[in-house]
């Protein structure tokens, strides 16, 4: 008997929004086409199965190691098929087709029936095929994605555009990168819920979405701590409109104490359930005053590592949901208190490990290589930004926004004074517009956090100043973090470009970076770290980590800290952990150098 090939990451993929009685994954083995002359369309790869001539696993892209594939040229243009069947009990509901991620531009047929589109290689989405599905019958999925990596159009992030990896840009990421599935909601049922915790008030927020809604239908909410009901509410099914719970005896949600709330919502209609969802929440408030991060009220000295998620394997997608989880607790057993997501937006599970071990984070967007001027870039950024946003906001492990990293590589040429640099210079002027366009955007979908413009460099509205400072010895980060008496403090060489410092929490959000190869591994190297620095003894590399730690302790002007980075990534090995995940030194070792706080942080 033919033994069947395990299901890849099967389990549910989003945990704040579970219907896991009726669903249905997708990942496994589809029919595969690398479409490299763009021709497949014309010649019928909607309804041809022979034009499909190889096997992709899905949800790993076709450059990694597991997707079966493992081809690193361009492929601009790629297509995917798989036979399914809904199940036959789903007949009478909706049908939903969610996709977790597809690099760039997601289109879907259904029996040859157009379903969607959607781009934005970074967001979810979903498309309603309830009209093309045949519950209980097989039917043909074909996806198509496009992805112009080379086209300063859109966001890829650390993706290369050149063929071999180099500096600081890795293998690409093309198509479906995470899981795929389906799943079935009374038509009636809920559509989404934005939760706000209010710490202050010792309530929660509900705003209920429904697919459409019924008269009499009533929505219902129960909040649960341990097991035992703390809090419900039976109310109209109303679209939008805001549900309170007040929480008895709160418990805050922070780093020594991630507690979370268990929550259920459903529609009823007389006296019957017609849609249930099982969620959780925190209630957990992060705020600033003056050159300070809060969390619930109290000082946190952010002890960030700058975490790109990348795996050797499975590039973008991590091979298993378990290697999520671990890679945070390799960060916490570094002393590292959170992370920079850094240039990727993470998998949803990987936000619901970070909200069950109290880790926080930064969310970043892939912005590098698009043009922050250019108007169709700047719309592909801020239709994927925005849906970003929502999907993610409920998490509470995230503590801040950041979507832009170092401006200058999104083709602002203002480094080191630019010709661009000028503020009345018609790039900067759209730059800036642009900036406060999506500030306002993301304050719009979740005033609850600050907003980092952009990581780095080159501010215009932000809620946090952030600086990138790769200096080798503690005087010389002094040096330049700290402006001589009468000076401004700036993030970049380029203050002309900048708006003027007022108060805001002050990070380094970005540091260190030094080499250190564990001896296995220094034959025939030609990786590198910053600084020209390459130590081969550990206790150099500590002591040198550990300097500077100590210093940004001590700093009163400083709110906290990000150590470039978590693991190496193909050449650039400056990791406290190997790409393959090896530990460059004892854990313990490792925290006694970054688990360094001043005494004002609570955590």
């Excluded at 299901?7 to 496994?28: A, C, H, I, K, T």
């Excluded at 989405?125 to 112009?148: I, M």
């Excluded at 071990?357 to 970043?364: C, I, P, R, V």
């Excluded at 932000?462 to 010389?476: G, Q």
Aim: glycine share 8%; aromatic share 12%.
């Amino acid at each position: 008997m033919k033994k069947t090939a395990p299901l890849p990451r099967p389990e549910y993929p989003r945990m704040q929004f579970r219907r896991e009685s009726s669903w249905l994954n997708l990942n496994g083995t589809w029919d595969f086409r690398i479409d490299r002359s763009g021709s497949a369309r014309e010649r019928g790869i909607v309804e041809k199965k022979e034009l499909f001539d190889k096997k992709i696993v899905v949800p790993f892209c076709p450059e990694s190691r597991l997707s079966g594939v493992a081809d690193v040229d361009f492929m601009q243009d790629v297509w995917y098929r798989r036979e399914l069947a809904f199940p036959k009990a789903w007949a009478g509901r909706r049908i939903l087709l969610r996709f977790g991620g597809v690099d760039f531009l997601a289109e879907v047929w259904l029996d040859g029936k157009y379903a969607g589109s959607h781009n934005g290689g970074s967001s979810p989405f979903a498309l309603d095929v309830t009209d093309l599905a045949k519950p209980g019958a097989k039917q043909v999925l074909v996806v198509h994605a496009h992805d112009e990596t080379r086209s300063f159009k859109q966001g890829n992030g650390k993706q290369c555009h050149n063929y071999f990896s180099g500096g600081c840009h890795y293998t690409r990421v093309t198509g479906i990168w995470q899981t795929v599935w389906a799943e079935a909601v009374h038509p009636q049922g809920l559509a989404g819920c934005r939760t706000t915790p209010n710490l202050d008030t010792s309530e929660v927020v509900l705003e209920p979405r429904f697919l459409s809604v019924a008269a009499g239908d009533r929505f219902r909410a129960v909040v649960r701590a341990g097991g035992e009901v703390v809090a419900e509410r039976d109310v109209p099914a109303v679209q939008g409109a805001p549900v309170s719970l007040a929480i008895p005896d709160v418990r805050a949600w922070s780093p020594s104490d991630p507690f979370l709330y268990d929550l259920t919502l459903a529609v009823e209609r007389d006296g019957k359930t017609i849609d249930r969802v099982e969620s959780y929440f925190a209630m957990r408030k992060v705020s600033c005053e003056g050159n300070r991060v809060l969390l619930n009220g109290k000082p946190v000295f952010l002890r960030f590592v700058l975490d790109q998620g990348f795996y050797p394997d499975g590039v973008w997608t991590a091979p298993s949901d378990a290697e999520l989880k671990a890679d945070i607790e390799r960060s916490m057993a570094a002393g590292f208190n959170g992370a920079r997501l850094h240039q990727k937006v993470f998998e949803d599970r990987f936000h619901y490990w970070a909200d069950r071990l109290g880790y926080l984070t930064w969310a970043e967007y892939p912005s590098w290589c698009f043009d922050a001027v250019d108007p169709e870039a700047q719309r592909n950024f801020l239709e994927d930004w925005q849906a970003v946003v929502a999907a993610l906001r409920d998490h509470p492990s995230i503590v801040g926004w950041s979507p832009l990293n170092e401006s200058t590589g999104n083709r602002l040429d203002v480094w080191n004074g630019g010709p661009n640099a000028a503020p009345d210079n018609p790039r900067m002027a759209a730059y800036r517009r642009f900036v406060q366009t999506f500030y306002d955007l993301t304050k719009a979908a979740d005033p609850t956090r600050p907003v980092n413009d952009a990581s780095g460099y080159v501010h215009w509205r932000t809620d946090l100043w952030t600086v990138h400072s790769y200096r080798a010895t503690p005087k010389e980060q002094r040096d330049w973090l700290l402006p001589r008496k009468g000076d401004r403090r700036i993030a970049s060489n380029t203050p002309a470009a900048e708006p003027p410092y007022e108060g805001q929490p002050f990070l380094l959000d970005e540091w260190g970076g030094f080499k250190y190869l564990l001896p296995a591994d220094r034959k025939g190297g030609t990786g590198w770290g910053y600084n020209g620095l390459c130590f081969t003894k550990e206790k150099d590399f500590l002591d040198r980590i550990g300097a500077q730690t100590r210093l940004f302790a001590s700093m009163k002007e400083l709110a906290g800290w990000c150590y470039t980075q978590l693991t190496d990534v193909e050449q650039e090995q400056n990791g406290v952990y190997t790409y393959d995940r090896r530990a460059k030194a004892a854990p313990k070792r490792l925290a006694a150098v970054f688990d360094v706080r001043p005494k004002w942080s609570a955590w």
